[in-house]
């Protein structure tokens, strides 16, 4: 459906649901007729009820006449308000939820909340073959512009400051995330304490529940992310280096000459072997210019 036919289709759906409500009530009076109809004799009040019903009037007509009905017969039959009663309450009700289904109906497409599927010539499939094989330019312009989408979004929407009116493209705003203590999973040479661990857990997320993946029953997928987070000990596993000793290896991670002074901080928790070559094979290394610059990082 393209944006531009929301209006007609606001109304369109606004005209169905007054005619079939319409309808309904019709239904309804003539159901409510034909169960009173009878050929015992029975008084004036309850023959005007039934002409009442007969007339087949608007909700709020019938609510107005069954009132006038009950003023008019209180002296002169018993129980006349208490009979006149449930019709005009019925009459009431409908009318009150004719115009709940009114106001409802015009909120059924919003163009600043969209959760239907739209069309428009601007949205298709990426054919991968085609993306893979392309020049860099397309594809490095097609990246950028998706990556600021998104981080546009989580920065605006995955916090406390979220707002609802412009956080509401995606099905879930916030994964939820379960924590509980746990044993440290990292080995004691590494780890300050073996018997105390933080455990991260977001459970079993349904794509299409939690991830909005409009995909069949069979074809949807569960995911699953844990982390275990404990401190480590750094004094041990931490190399300053010098890059200045070996500019190549430098080159080839960083992609660039090193800066005059820069020097890098390579951490080791894995297996170590000796040399130079083999801090490029650290589990993190980061140069200390990154000390001057302020990051923010989204989890993935």
Known sequence: ?????????VALVTILVSVGLGSVWNLL?????????????RDGLFRQQQVLLRSMGTPGSVALDSIKLAKAWTTLTPKARLRSLPLAVMGLAFAVGCLAAGVFSSATISLTSL??????????????????????????????????????????????WATPSQCDSFVSSRIPIHSSSCRTPFPSRITRDTDLALLLDTGYLDSNDVFGINAKK??????RRKATCTPLESPSHTSVID??????????????NPFASEMLIAVHYGAQTAGLAAVYNATDIRSTLTSNITSRYYPV
């Open 218 to 223: 069979e074809d949807r997928a569960q995911i």
């Open 243 to 256: 890059p200045q000793l070996d500019p190549q290896h430098f080159i080839s991670h960083f992609g660039r």
């Open 115 to 160: 959760k239907v599927l739209v069309d428009s010539p601007g949205c298709q499939r990426i054919d991968m073959a085609a993306y893979l094989s392309a020049p860099p330019p397309l594809t490095v312009d097609l990246d950028t512009e998706v990556h600021n989408v998104a981080v546009t979004y989580a920065d605006r929407c995955y916090g406390s």
């Open 1 to 9: 459906m393209r944006q531009e036919y929301a209006n007609s289709v």
């Open 29 to 41: 009076l003539f159901g409510l007729h034909q169960s009173r109809a009878t050929t015992a004799p």
